[in-house]
């Protein structure tokens, strides 16, 4: 089987949680980042939600991290995940943008 590279991106609007990523089948992501494109501080979170569970303040990778203008954030250590969990991302202001990549079990 052949492992296949991830890439999801986003930009949800001010304080909206966004599903960025949902893995079909057993996944590792290598990064998560986040990158504040406004011209003032911005807050982000990460959370992994695993299946249909709600979300839960234990799942959170990142919350609330400050981020500067024009600065990015990233979580590198390698996230796994099974079919059907999810990456959720949200900005307070809305100018932060979200990116993964990883590779996940075809």
Do not use: H, W
């Not at 979300?55 to 390698?78: N, S």
């Amino acid at each position: 089987m052949a492992d296949t590279l991830i890439l999801e991106q986003g930009k949800p609007s001010a304080g909206t949680r966004e599903l960025l990523f949902t893995a079909d089948g057993p996944t590792v992501l290598s990064s998560l980042r986040a990158c504040n494109v406004g011209r003032v501080t911005d807050y982000a979170r990460i959370a992994r939600v695993f299946g249909s569970e709600a979300e839960k303040d234990e799942q959170y990778l990142a919350f609330d991290v400050p981020i500067p203008p024009g600065q990015p954030y990233a979580i590198t250590e390698g996230v796994t995940l099974d079919g059907g969990d999810s990456i959720y991302v949200q900005s307070r202001r809305g100018s932060t943008s979200f990116n993964v990549s990883g590779a996940q079990r075809a």
